[in-house]
């Protein structure tokens, strides 16, 4: 969309015709076919992702992340405690559908109602959740509730530019890359370039296009295969 101009021909950014601002996102579960999101319990979560967080053994799902790894479940919920009650990060426990157990989180922050911009951050599956339908269904069903739901503009991903998995994760789910913040933030004692993705809501029709197609059962042979990858179906 190209900018308008001012009475002076001065280019400037394009009308939003009756925008108010945004509501904050609610502590509601979402629910998909795989895997439902539910706000972040201890109570009910935390022995779950702790088990299932130890099935990596080289403790790689925490490298680019500011906490962990956590040695035992009590430490592991006493780091979830806060988490659970914070409104910024609003934390989700993924809790896959046909196990009923919670394998992974991931959260809303840096919420902008007043601009409708809000970040998909603190992602972290164990390894039985990664690379399976759950775990992306749980990210379409953010992005369902960012734009469908609640109105937002926007939705980033940001991750360290050393991490390779999250950066071409970002790219498969349909984020396009906005560039690298050198010297970003400071954690575990070691420098991070922040990468910067996003997608906004004229990106989201073919978006949410493309997931339907790939979510569909009819996209999977009788082994779990996909016929048709989400990459190719988001690309562009």
């Given amino acids: ?69 956590f040695g035992d479940e009590a430490a592991y919920r ?67 509730r960012v734009f469908d739901e609640l109105g937002y503009r926007r939705f980033e991903w940001k991750c360290d530019a050393l991490n390779a998995p999250s950066r071409r994760a970002a790219l498969r789910l349909g984020f396009r890359y906005e560039g690298l913040f050198r010297q970003a933030v400071v954690y575990k004692g070691r420098n991070r370039d922040t990468a910067w993705y996003a997608m906004i809501d004229r990106d989201w029709p073919r978006l949410k296009e493309a997931y339907a197609r790939w979510l569909d059962p009819a996209n999977f042979d009788a082994q779990g295969r996909q016929r048709v990858s989400l990459g190719e179906l988001t690309a562009g």
Avoid at 92 to 112: C, E, N, T, Y
């Fill in 1 to 69: 969309m190209e900018p308008a101009t001012n009475a002076l021909g001065q280019p400037i950014g394009f009308p939003v015709p009756g925008w108010t601002p945004r509501p904050r996102p609610p502590r509601a579960p979402m629910q998909g076919r795989a895997c439902r999101l539910e706000p972040l319990d201890p109570d009910l979560h935390a022995a779950d992702l702790h088990a299932a967080n130890m099935a990596d053994r080289e403790n790689r799902i925490w490298t680019y992340l500011a906490y962990g790894p």
């Fill in 78 to 144: 006493a780091w979830a405690g806060p988490m659970a009650a914070s409104e910024d990060p609003l934390f989700h426990a993924v809790v896959d559908q046909a196990s009923g157990r919670a394998l992974g989180v991931a959260s809303f922050m840096r919420i902008d109602p007043a601009n409708g911009v809000i970040e998909v951050g603190h992602v972290n599956f164990a390894p039985a959740l990664q690379r399976t339908v759950a775990a992306t269904e749980a990210i379409h069903l953010m992005m369902v």
